[in-house]
């Protein structure tokens, strides 16, 4: 027996059982599954299905629907004005968040409004100086497998440097032989966030 559709992911439905508004909600959510959809709607930023619910307990905010019944869509909001507060709240409680925005005036828009995702936030991207701690670090690193000649000439050309960090001190840049070096150096430098290309990159 399939669970209701209010305990279901909203990458599991069939698109064409939704309206327009939660086809869009799905496609940003499919393209960031691992983060929180943050979906502007007017006023507030809207989450539904298992990101409602998660936000209202994070949050503390109301879990209400769309509708009434089995089929219920479950969803939960926050206020635009305020969301810096309620993002610091999601960072702190180890989530990532994407910000799907209004691209036009929906007084112009011609059927469904376009949304775009315009911002992905995490622990290494903030820099909100009222969402950073300012007794604390904000390392984060990019980690690029090499191997062979470009190991070595990557050796060579960049034994290790100073970068800024996002808080504006300085950031370890380090040059790393191989995964079982890496993996301790990543350890001790606290970092709030890594980064790494594609695999097929």
Do not use: W
Request: hydrophobic share 35%; proline share 7%.
């Amino acid at each position: 027996m399939s669970p209701s559709l209010n305990e279901q992911s909203i990458t599991s439905i069939d698109a064409a059982a939704l309206t327009p508004a939660m086809r869009q909600y799905q496609q940003y959510k499919t393209q960031y599954p691992d983060a929180i959809l943050f979906f502007r709607i007017g006023d507030f930023y809207e989450t539904f299905y298992e990101d409602a619910r998660v936000i209202s307990r994070v949050l503390g905010v109301a879990l209400t629907s769309r509708s009434k019944g089995e089929n219920a869509v479950p969803m939960a909001g926050v206020p635009y004005h305020a969301v810096d507060g309620y993002l610091q709240r999601m960072i702190a409680a180890g989530y990532r968040v994407a910000i799907c925005e209004q691209m036009q005036d929906p007084k112009q828009a011609a059927g469904l409004i376009d949304r775009q995702v315009t911002r992905l936030v995490t622990p290494g991207t903030l820099t909100e100086e009222t969402m950073l701690d300012g007794r604390a670090e904000n390392f984060i690193a990019c980690l690029i497998p090499l191997a062979g000649r470009e190991m070595e000439q990557a050796l060579r050309e960049n034994p290790g440097h100073q970068a800024p960090d996002s808080n504006g001190g300085e950031s370890p840049d380090k040059s790393m032989a191989g995964a079982e070096e890496t993996a301790p150096e990543v350890a001790a430098l606290a970092l709030r966030g890594v980064s790494y290309p594609p695999e097929n990159s």
